[in-house]
Antibody, heavy 119, light 108 residues
Framework: EVQLLQSGGGLIQPGGSLRLSCAVSGFSVRNSYMSWVRQAPGKGPEWVSVIYSGGTTYNADSVKGRFSISRDNSKDTLFLQMNNLRIEDTAVYYC?????????????WGQGTLVTVSS | DIRVTQSPSSLSASVGDRVTITCQASQDIANYLNWYQQKPGQAPKILIYDASNLKIGVPSRFSGSGSGTHFSLTITSLQPEDIATYYCQQFDNLLPGTFGQGTKLEIK
């Protein structure tokens, strides 16, 4: 059974840093395209970062230079390091796997974790 | 960047009704358009991928169509459990692209 279990998140002041984790089971992160997607209150989802199976990473323009995605293959865990947080980064953050075999779409998601940036 | 514009933003319909939600891309995206359903407090769930392919396990009352810049999601015979917010989303050169603004579906 595929599971993505997230941890981290919480209340942080502007300019602070936070690290989110996503422990997966049922598949291997090293062989998968993985992503972080966030959803601000009352808004649609927005992809934040992606890491391909080969290790290449990309970040959305809104977080470039501040957020970084990484993984620990030995622990099948995905991370999102968030630095210099801004009020507009407040959102529920999801880790998600990208299906790539027949088409490209998000097929499995974590439970989500709330990040609140506020003074 | 490719933008996707979804309409309507909200929709009220009766059980048994046929419901259609549309999504327009700012440029030709072939059939690289997915549809998700999101219920309160849950992560989005894939319904349709590549414009018209029904994900295994999704009820057959859901269907998708379109290509290029115009797409639609149709629910034939709306059921109470279909109450949710629906999003379209495109992939752009292997990168997760933008999501639509969402359509909140309610029972009349």
């Amino acid at each position: 059974e595929v599971q993505l279990l997230q941890s981290g998140g919480g209340l942080i002041q502007p300019g602070g840093s936070l690290r989110l984790s996503c422990a997966v089971s049922g598949f291997s992160v090293r062989n998968s395209y993985m992503s972080w997607v966030r959803q601000a209150p009352g808004k649609g989802p927005e992809w934040v970062s992606v890491i391909y199976s080969g290790g290449t990473t990309y970040n959305a323009d809104s977080v470039k230079g501040r957020f970084s995605i990484s993984r620990d293959n030995s622990k099948d865990t995905l991370f999102l390091q968030m630095n210099n947080l801004r009020i507009e980064d407040t959102a529920v953050y999801y880790c998600a796997r990208i299906q790539t075999s027949l088409a490209y779409y998000f097929d499995f998601w974590g439970q989500g974790t709330l990040v609140t940036v506020s003074s | 960047d490719i933008r996707v514009t979804q309409s309507p933003s909200s929709l009220s319909a009766s059980v048994g009704d046929r419901v259609t939600i549309t999504c327009q891309a700012s440029q030709d995206i072939a059939n690289y358009l997915n549809w998700y359903q999101q219920k309160p407090g849950q992560a989005p769930k894939i319904l349709i991928y590549d414009a018209s392919n029904l994900k295994i396990g999704v009820p057959s009352r859901f269907s998708g169509s379109g290509s290029g810049t115009h797409f639609s999601l149709t629910i034939t015979s709306l059921q109470p459990e279909d109450i949710a917010t629906y999003y379209c989303q495109q992939f752009d050169n292997l990168l997760p692209g933008t999501f639509g603004q969402g359509t909140k579906l309610e029972i009349k």
